[in-house]
């Protein structure tokens, strides 16, 4: 097997920053360039090993949405939030869709 295809083999998974718990996919990331509390933020279609809480509406940047923490299911870090409702029309795409804080999660090996 060379380089090329063990790169492919292998996902590439980003894991907490505090317990190296997997948490993303790499292959899962929609956008690299939203803004989360502290900095820049993922935004992702599927998230593991995390634990959902209690849902809340926010006024975000882009409107009104009921967002819920995301904390790692291992160490409880919050690592960003999930987007259960937008309630303007173009913002409609994030529903059911994780922001995962840049400054929390880290590149597992690769
Ligand atoms: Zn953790």
Redesign the pocket.
């Known amino acids: 097997m060379n380089d090329e295809e063990e790169q492919f083999m292998r996902p590439r998974v980003y894991s907490?920053c505090?317990?190296r718990?997997q948490v993303c996919l790499h292959d899962d990331i929609i956008s690299k360039d939203f803004q989360g509390r502290h900095g820049r933020a993922f935004l992702l279609s599927h998230s593991m090993n995390i634990d959902v809480g209690q849902k809340e509406d926010r006024q975000l940047m882009t409107g009104l949405h009921t967002v819920a923490d995301i904390y790692?299911s291992?160490?409880r870090?919050v690592l960003g939030w999930k987007y259960e409702r937008a309630y303007e029309e173009t913002q409609k795409y994030k529903e059911g869709k994780y922001i995962l804080e840049k400054a929390k999660i880290i590149r597992d090996n690769w």
Do not use: T, V
């Open positions: 907490c505090k317990c718990n790692c291992d160490c870090e």
